[in-house]
């Protein structure tokens, strides 16, 4: 029986700490895996260490440079680059156990699940080991979020600890660029209906001096920016219809005095709240026509990207 072709990615960005013991985790898991780590544009010795423990350990492997910055600039790079049957993205930091590699690898290479995550949320470890309670909380909103607009019932949407089959990777465009990657990627499974799997994890804050490069505010304004967006872009008549809604209301609010006029006097004094009220009807009619128009080209595009998956899974088996 062939091996499965592995490959382990691992996006660093001044990881110099933590990188060497990164690595050598994940090849005492997976010592046939090749060990992608990309450089996302570190100050430190990141790519110097990183270079130097895979020689060391002799492990098949490189490191990447990535100058545009983001961890989803770097995914991006190592997706288009490397090839593999399975693809396991893990952050340089060892805040995930590599020993679990295998419960994850398992539904993929089963032809059970075509991405698997790491779930840190389940077992109370990401709530006992993150010490950053904004963060607890934005991704419990993320995931509410989530899970309306999809119907779905995920627990962990932002892990960094994932696997995924050559047909997911090689369908999924990488449009994003900073840490709502692991968002985003969810978002595609969910939309495209690809079979997701939730397993428990630990997970263990970052070691002493290891400096986390997420920031809550910005990051967590990205991540519900990318939500909007996916929205717009692949549920446009929900999105559309909603503002059309919110115009249609603020029109007749506003054509109240209007209709007043007409049914006391037969006259109507409010001029400018006419012309204000007819003006947001008519973009609310014109929103409602534009939701309608995208999301038809939105189904097209849905059945041209299912296509896709089916020829490059047809080719895979």
């Known amino acids: 029986m062939i091996s499965p072709k592995l490959a382990v990615i691992l996006p660093a960005y ?19 895996a090749r060990i992608i780590v990309v450089n996302n544009n570190s100050k430190d010795a990141t790519h110097q260490i990183a270079a130097d423990t895979l020689a060391k350990l002799a492990i098949d492997g490189e490191v990447i440079d990535e100058p545009r910055q983001g961890k989803g600039n770097a995914v991006r790079r190592a997706f288009l680059d490397i090839d593999a049957d399975a693809y396991v993205l893990a952050d340089a930091d060892l805040t995930y156990p590599a020993e679990r590699v295998h419960d994850l690898l398992r539904p993929v290479l089963d032809g059970r699940a075509d991405m698997v995550v790491g779930d840190r949320h389940s077992g109370g470890h990401y709530a006992t080991e993150n010490k950053r309670p904004l963060h607890n909380f934005g991704n419990g909103l993320v995931q509410s979020l989530v899970n309306i607009l999809f119907g779905a019932s995920l627990v962990d949407i932002m892990s960094g600890y994932r696997v995924f089959s050559r047909s997911f990777v090689k369908t999924y465009p990488i449009l994003v ?19 997701i799997i939730e397993i428990p994890v630990e997970y263990k804050d970052r070691p002493e001096g290891s400096v986390s490069k997420l920031n809550t505010f910005s990051d967590g304004a990205r991540v519900i920016f990318t939500i909007a967006q996916i929205l717009r872009y692949y549920r446009p008549l929900a999105f559309f219809v909603a503002f059309s809604i919110l115009f249609a209301v603020a029109g007749l609010v506003a054509a109240v005095p209007v ?23 008519t973009v609310a009619v014109l929103l409602f026509a534009i939701g309608i128009i995208l999301d038809s080209i939105a189904h097209h595009e849905k059945q041209r990207a299912e296509l896709h998956y089916l020829a490059v899974h047809s080719r895979q088996r």
């Open 14 to 32: 001044n990881e110099a700490q933590t990188i060497a013991a990164t690595i050598e985790a994940f090849h005492t898991e997976l010592p046939q």
């Open 177 to 195: 660029e900073g840490f709502q990657i692991e968002t985003d990627v969810t978002l595609h499974a969910l939309y495209r209906r690809l079979r």
């Open 259 to 281: 209709f007043e006029d007409w049914l006391t006097q037969s006259y109507i004094t409010h001029i400018p709240l006419a012309i204000l009220a007819a003006a947001l009807e």
